[in-house]
């Protein structure tokens, strides 16, 4: 018998990708899931974990959308410290987008990606690359080149592709080599020199506008394109009501769109900017109350397919500006759960099993990767909640090495208990009673060690700090 053979025992298995919801053990042998039902039988040999009571046991959270910095600016981010700051989130698998130095259009760039992800051994790391040469939007990358060398999706990240032919031509070639292209959308005509959304609050704080409007006409452009070509398009943060609109349109009529949205902009309104608080600037911006009501409306109906965080880094010169001149961004991989149980599951706004879905299968299966599911032969990438746990966000101790967030100092319902990544623990958070079992998966101590939620206080009741 293989010395990894772990079984997780009497937890709360959720599972949407296989219907799956109660308790349940889980068989892991070498790295993959070998079957998940009640009362499995012990193996004599097996490592044994017994999930700890009131904890969930998910398969891994994806996300789809985050910048990770390196190459070139790995004084905000390195890959190996967001992939720590990831799997402390919850997340075994994240997707990067190319907007490094130089830009991730080429293998090389692609390469050294994958290879400090493989150094770092935390979570799986999947490389995005460049729509255009530079992200410049004038001549396509080699996008048959970059799906050879690993990358799952191409961008241009943080700029639209404005072209329309160009467009066209980036979902042509990304359809063929079976990649989805993700836009950012924005109609930069129309936010020239904005740093917030346009509507009331802008106005009285003196605040150069950026119209929902400059999001919806770019997504309906590149609807439209999806529907021409059949080739699959994701949409990036959406965070209007205009552009759900689009989104639910194009979908009715077969057309191959998937979008995401992030926990700031389900959360969070443009009356966060009274203070100019730099953290709470980011581009898309955030909307006002309507927008956030429709967001929320489009993760419980399906028009949006999943939750991703848009982890941005900053150094933090970077924030401390004045609100005009602030770069765009908030770093999310360590808060995304913690706020999304919060907010939308003990809201009541969505079932865990949908939280479950949108952060899970949903991401593996537009990105093409493998994961999402805790079924036969699956990758053993899981990831523990504890929905009850009292958490207290505390930026000084991110794994993360930026701190620019808009949630610091806020009092959350729910957490992660532990993450592991094809079977191996990398994460336990000292703060929940009896997830230190979770060491055995791996015979050494999990990422961080046995105090592995920063600040954390691992007396039983007293709040995780994240």
């Known amino acids: ?12 298995v959720v599972d949407p990708a296989s219907g799956r919801d109660g308790v349940a053990d889980v068989l892991i042998r070498d790295g993959r899931v070998v079957r998940v039902g009640p009362g499995l ?39 190996a410290t967001g992939a720590a700051a990831a799997v402390a989130g919850g997340f075994t698998a994240v997707a990067c987008m190319p907007d490094t130095e130089p830009a991730n259009d080429e293998a090389g760039v692609t390469g ?83 740093v917030a959304h346009e509507g009331g609050a802008a106005a009285l704080l003196g605040l150069r506008g950026m119209p929902a409007a400059a999001e919806e006409i770019h997504a309906g452009r590149d609807v439209a394109l999806s529907g021409l070509t059949g080739a699959p398009v994701h949409l990036a943060h959406v965070s209007a009501r205009g552009t759900l609109r689009v989104v639910r ?116 299966r537009i990105l093409g990767v493998e994961g999402g599911a805790l079924t036969e032969g699956a990758p ?12 207290t966000v505390d930026a000084r101790g991110f794994r993360s090495l930026a701190r620019n967030t808009p949630f610091d100092g806020w009092s959350l319902r729910g957490g992660v208990a532990a993450t592991m990544v094809g079977g191996r623990t990398v994460y336990v958070n000292a703060s929940v009673r009896g997830a230190d079992a979770f060491g055995l998966a791996s015979g050494r101590a999990a990422a961080g060690g046995a105090d592995a939620a920063a600040g954390g206080d691992p007396r039983a009741g007293a709040p995780t700090r994240v």
């Open 249 to 364: 349109s194009g979908k009715a009529r077969g057309v191959p769109v998937t979008c995401e949205v992030t926990p700031h902009h389900l959360t969070l309104t443009d009356e966060r900017l009274a203070e100019y608080d730099t953290n709470c600037k980011m581009n898309p911006p955030l909307r006002g109350a309507a927008d956030v009501e429709a967001l929320v409306d489009g993760l419980a109906d399906g028009t949006i397919d999943c939750v991703a965080t848009d982890h941005a880094p900053r150094h933090v010169d970077e924030k401390l500006a004045e609100f005009d001149r602030a770069a765009f961004g908030v770093v999310g991989l360590e808060t995304a759960v913690s706020v999304c149980l919060d907010r939308l599951v003990h809201a009541g706004h969505v079932s865990l099993s949908r939280l479950v879905g949108l952060l899970s299968a949903n991401p593996a």
């Open 1 to 12: 018998m293989s010395e990894r053979t772990t079984i997780l025992r009497g937890g709360r």
């Open 112 to 194: 050294l990606i994958l290879a400090r992800a493989a150094e770092a051994g935390l979570a799986r790391v999947y490389p995005i690359g460049a729509v255009t040469r530079g992200r410049a939007g004038r001549q396509l990358a080699a996008i048959g080149e970059l799906r050879d060398a690993g990358c799952v999706a191409v961008s241009d990240a943080g700029r639209p592709v404005a072209d329309a032919i160009l467009m066209r031509r980036a979902l042509e070639y990304a359809a063929m080599c079976g990649m989805p292209v993700i836009d950012h959308c924005e109609e930069t005509a129309l936010t020239v020199d904005g």
């Open 41 to 79: 039988e012990v193996e004599s040999e097996a490592a044994v974990i017994d999930v700890p009571g009131g904890c969930v046991v998910c398969p891994g959270f994806v996300d789809m959308h985050a910048h990770l910095r390196e190459p070139g600016a790995e004084h905000k981010e390195t890959v």
């Open 380 to 391: 053993a990438d899981i990831t523990v909640l504890a929905p009850d746990l009292p958490v």
